[in-house]
């Protein structure tokens, strides 16, 4: 009895290397992973958000994009775009982009999701935290970039936040930052830094090797913006 059992599980055995690599998927190999992390939080009423997603909509569609994707090594761009406030959500989840028909695919399921209810707080910590945790999930290689748009500061205080960004760029994660500056007439609450929101994230936000901040001044420059930091940090 002692022998049929061996042998029954010596055969399971042979049957589970057999099928292993039909099971495992290796990841692909990219020139980047880029994290597109948006702030859906309550100050981005329904007219700024749509600012917001016609932004990356339009930048992302840009030729110069492309370009830039071409320069990488392998020349493929992974992407993924996540909203975020109190909570975090997957938007429209890791995608490979290499040309205008992936990258058009890309923008046709950003168009089409509807906004994340995440709630209405403003805690970038805890989003940085999120996408450190999608990196690696579908693809691997290259750099990895987080990059955060928002209207506020962190609404938990900056010792949080400052140590959760230089706990992620000691891991080799770069952060860029677009924060959009409100001004007269237009207004936010809780209001933004006295500082400057563009000085509040280059103080206690972005990091990594080769970093950038591209401030967009009001709601409407975000599109001119966000191609500007898009050519910056893909190329």
């Known amino acids: 009895m002692n022998t049929l059992i061996t042998r029954r599980q010596a055969l399971a055995a042979t049957c589970g290397f057999a099928f292993a690599p039909l099971a495992a998927k290796a990841s692909e190999k990219v020139g980047m992973q880029l994290i597109l992390a948006a702030d859906v939080s309550g100050s981005v009423v329904p007219s700024r958000y749509r600012i917001q997603q016609d ?8 030729p110069r994009v492309l370009d830039v994707i071409r320069d990488l090594d392998p020349p493929v761009l ?8 109190r909570d975090q959500e997957v938007m429209v989840p890791w995608t490979r ?5 992936s990258m058009d695919s890309f923008r046709t399921r950003l168009k089409n999701v509807q ?12 989003a940085l935290l999120f996408c450190d945790a999608q990196f690696d999930r579908e693809f ?4 990895k970039v987080i990059d955060v748009s928002g209207d506020g500061d962190d609404n938990q205080g900056i010792a949080g936040l400052r140590q959760v960004r230089d706990a992620l760029v000691a891991k080799g994660v770069v952060i860029n930052g677009l924060p ?17 929101l563009d000085v509040y994230y280059r103080r206690h936000v972005v990091g990594g090797e080769g970093h950038v901040v591209i401030e967009s001044i009001g709601f409407d420059n975000f599109k001119q913006a966000i191609l500007q930091k898009l050519l910056l940090e893909i190329g």
């Open 140 to 143: 691997t290689g290259g750099r």
């Open 55 to 62: 932004g990356y909509l339009e930048a992302l569609g840009d």
């Open 97 to 101: 982009v290499e040309d205008a028909r």
């Open 180 to 196: 959009i500056i409100v001004k007269p007439p237009d207004f936010v609450f809780p209001p933004q830094p006295p500082e400057g």
């Open 78 to 85: 992974a992407i993924t775009f996540v909203a975020w406030s």
């Open 115 to 126: 906004r994340a209810r995440v709630g209405i707080n403003t805690f970038i910590s805890q």
